[in-house]
T-cell receptor
Framework: KNQVEQSPQSLIILEGKNCTLQ??????????LRWYKQDTGRGPVSLTI?????NTKSNGRYTATLDADTKQSSLHITASQLSDSASYIC?????????????FGGGTRVLVKP | DTGVSQDPRHKITKRGQNVTFRCDPI?????LYWYRQTLGQGPEFLTY????????KSRLLSDRFSAERPKGSFSTLEIQRTEQGDSAMYLC????????????FGEGSRLTVL
């Protein structure tokens, strides 16, 4: 069964500090991995999409890494801001994915405190 | 605004009533998806359409749920005889093309069943 596990479930960081979120997956055959940011009560917004051949992708202060061999990904947030408080969801798709085959992680809830 | 729009954003209803949610995808997107999300969890796939054809339904979509996309543009999700367990955020997303296509989410419709 395809699974996506995220850790930690939640974390609290001080404004200005960095943090790293983890995503482990068992989806196979792998197509791509996405990170979404979801503010409370809002829909998810895409941060990055990485395919098998990509190791790192950045979007502003967000940097995602992918190790397709170990089936692990991380999302690093640099110099956190209060607006980074949100849930971050890791989503993995297989080669045949068409939305229905996307496997969602449970998310990591990040709270940035001043 | 040319993103995915959902209506209503919030709905409170009594158990046993019927509710309908509407989703307007990004205009050129041929694929439309419905997801359900409960508090602290990642979205769960319900169903998806390619143009007007409903290509897959999750086992989560009981007989009380029905989705349509009559002209391949907007979609509706109806829940009949609502139950308290139906309380959740219902997310709509759209994409253009196959599995590597980016998924754009709406802001969601939050349902509370009393």
């Amino acid at each position: 069964k395809n699974q996506v596990e995220q850790s930690p479930q939640s974390l609290i960081i001080l404004e200005g500090k960095n943090c790293t979120l983890q995503c482990n997956y068992t989806v196979s055959p792998f197509s791509n991995l996405r990170w979404y940011k979801q503010d409370t009560g809002r829909g998810p917004v895409s941060l990055t999409i990485m395919t098998f051949s990509e190791n790192t992708k950045s979007n502003g202060r967000y940097t995602a890494t992918l190790d397709a061999d170990t089936k692990q990904s991380s999302l690093h947030i640099t110099a956190s801001q209060l607006s980074d408080s949100a849930s971050y969801i890791c989503v993995v798709s297989d080669i045949k994915a068409a939305g229905n085959k996307l496997t969602f992680g449970g998310g990591t809830r990040v709270l940035v405190k001043p | 605004d040319t993103g995915v729009s959902q209506d209503p954003r919030h709905k409170i209803t009594k158990r046993g009533q019927n509710v309908t949610f509407r989703c307007d995808p990004i205009s050129e997107h041929n694929r439309l998806y419905w997801y359900r999300q409960t508090l602290g969890q990642g979205p769960e796939f319900l169903t998806y359409f390619q143009n007007e054809a409903q290509l897959e339904k999750s086992r989560l979509l009981s007989d009380r749920f029905s989705a349509e996309r009559p002209k391949g543009s907007f979609s509706t999700l109806e829940i009949q005889r609502t139950e308290q367990g139906d309380s959740a955020m219902y997310l709509c997303a759209s994409s253009l093309g196959p599995n590597t296509g980016e998924l754009f989410f709406g802001e969601g419709s939050r349902l509370t069943v009393l």
